[in-house]
């Protein structure tokens, strides 16, 4: 019989993944738009700068899915969801980091 030590872990993997897909129905969206403004409009053009400046929410995304990811991995690897938190504060402070970078060129 599958412990509780597997199927919590992989819940909580379902579960990410069904509300990453909710959550991520508008930023990829925002990709798709970004990506055809990229081949209709000539680059220099404020059209094709404005189209451009909603990549730092993709990366959000992206990055915030990676980050619950990483701590759901962790627990399913080790069984410890308090030492999977307590490990991924170094993680999370270097997200952080690149979150700012991204929002400082996405001005």
């Known amino acids: ?5 597997v199927i919590v872990p992989a819940l909580a993997a379902l579960a990410l993944i069904a509300v990453a897909t909710l959550v ?9 738009t970004v990506y055809e403004a990229k081949h209709e409009l000539r680059q220099g053009s404020a059209g094709w700068f404005r189209s451009i400046g909603g ?5 959000f995304w992206l990055m915030s899915t990676w980050f619950i990811a990483t701590i759901i991995g962790d627990w399913g690897v080790s069984g410890d969801l308090e ?4 490990r991924s504060w170094l993680r999370l ?5 690149i ?3 991204l929002m400082e060129s996405d001005g």
């Open 1 to 5: 019989m599958i412990s509780d030590l």
């Open 93 to 97: 402070r270097i997200l952080l980091e």
């Open 99 to 101: 979150a700012v970078a």
């Open 83 to 86: 030492g999977a938190i307590d």
């Open 24 to 32: 991520g129905i508008p930023t990829v969206r925002k990709l798709i």
């Open 55 to 59: 990549w730092s929410i993709i990366a």
